[in-house]
T-cell receptor
Framework: SQELEQSPQSLIVQEGKNLTINCTSS?????LYWYKQKYGEGLIFLMM?????EEKSHEKITAKLDEKKQQSSLHITASQPSHAGIYLC??????????????FGQGTILTVHP | GAVVSQHPSRVICKSGTSVKIECRSL??????MFWYRQFPKQSLMLMAT?????????EQGVEKDKFLINHASLTLSTLTVTSAHPEDSSFYIC?????????????????FGPGTRLTVL
């Protein structure tokens, strides 16, 4: 099974709707990143969370980290077609000498209909 | 944010040839870079960690003699796919860590390059 599970795997919403993507780890999180990717392109850094309870926002995207639950959520408010893409969570789940290595979830494909 | 570039963006080669992919950090120095590969509609899988001035460390199952990594300077790491075969066709992405600016932050921010699409015929 995946060490980092994202849900849902795909999401189709109408423009203007809010949505949430979850990322759950089977291991302790030493840091969690959210990225956005368009198919066949590189990853765009969105946010990085380190501490339990931490919450960050950028424009209409908010990410939270629940360290106890080993889980993070990404919330988009009033979605727009420009938000469409693949959202990936990546995490350092090994810490120690594996510092900086990221394990990724399988991604969530977001489609926003105008 | 920091910029990481990759070259080439796309490459098509014949089976048995070698291909070199470059990863550069453009506005910061990166002592560590990471190489990932991504198959269609799948997530990223870490291949190896590239360390400036020392040997790369490879993840389990990744052949070090097939995927040669050289980190010659603080801004450049190269991945060479030797004797490429069709099963090596994939999307290869590198990332580099930018050290945190100010304060005592534990985690470095990792920035990714735009990726290289390798097709082996």
């Amino acid at each position: 099974s995946q060490e980092l599970e994202q849900s849902p795997q795909s999401l189709i919403v109408q423009e203007g709707k809010n949505l949430t993507i979850n990322c759950t780890s089977s291991k302790t999180l030493y840091g969690l990143y959210w990225y956005k990717q368009k198919y066949g392109e590189g990853l765009i850094f969105l946010m990085m969370l380190q501490k339990g309870g931490e919450e960050k926002s950028h424009e209409k995207i908010t990410a939270k980290l629940d360290e106890k639950k080993q889980q993070s959520s990404l919330h988009i408010t009033a979605s727009q077609p420009s938000h469409a893409g693949i959202y990936l969570c990546g995490a350092d789940i090994k810490g120690g000498t594996s510092y900086g290595k990221l394990t990724f979830g399988q991604g969530t494909i977001l489609t926003v209909h105008p | 944010g920091a910029v990481v570039s990759q070259h080439p963006s796309r490459v098509i080669c014949k089976s048995g040839t070698s291909v070199k992919i470059e990863c550069r950090s453009l506005d910061f120095q990166a002592t560590t870079m990471f190489w990932y590969r991504q198959f269609p509609k799948q997530s990223l899988m870490l291949m190896a960690t590239s360390n400036e001035g020392s040997k790369a460390t490879y993840e389990q199952g990744v052949e070090k003699d097939k995927f040669l990594i050289n980190h010659a300077s603080l801004t450049l790491s190269t991945l060479t796919v030797t004797s490429a075969h069709p099963e090596d066709s994939s999307f290869y992405i590198c990332s580099a860590s930018e050290p945190p600016r100010g304060g005592s932050i534990v985690l470095d921010t990792q920035y990714f390059g735009p990726g290289t699409r390798l097709t082996v015929l």
